[in-house]
């Protein structure tokens, strides 16, 4: 048996959220991210535990990994979800905003 000593650092991102209701624990997650993110604290069946969310690349590996539909969620920053918009686009009403 593998033994995991890890401390949990704080961020103030959050990118990656497990559903423990679909999660089945199969930790193919945890092998796909390059960045070690994802950590198996809790044990064979169960729900790896994200322990440094702040070192997130968002590279989707994790969920495109993932068999079970909707178990795992990347939530990218707000910066990341912005659309630009070309003010020409916007027409009279983005320039009077
Ligand atoms: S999105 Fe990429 S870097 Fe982030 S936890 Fe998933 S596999 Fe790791
Ligand atoms: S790959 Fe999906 S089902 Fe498997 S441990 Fe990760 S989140 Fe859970």
Request: charged residues 25%; proline residues 7%.
């Amino acid at each position: 048996m593998t033994e995991y000593i890890m401390e949990y650092v704080g961020s103030s991102v959050m990118p990656i959220w497990i559903d423990e209701e679909k999660c089945t624990g199969c930790h193919r997650c945890v092998e796909a991210c390059q960045t070690d993110i994802l950590l198996p604290v809790n044990g064979k069946g169960k729900a790896p535990a994200v322990v440094y969310p702040g070192e997130c690349w968002y590279c989707g590996a994790c969920v495109m990994e993932c068999p079970s539909e909707n178990a795992i969620h990347l939530r990218h920053p707000l910066m990341n979800r912005a659309r630009f918009i070309p003010l020409e686009e916007l027409g009279q009403k983005g320039r009077e905003v």
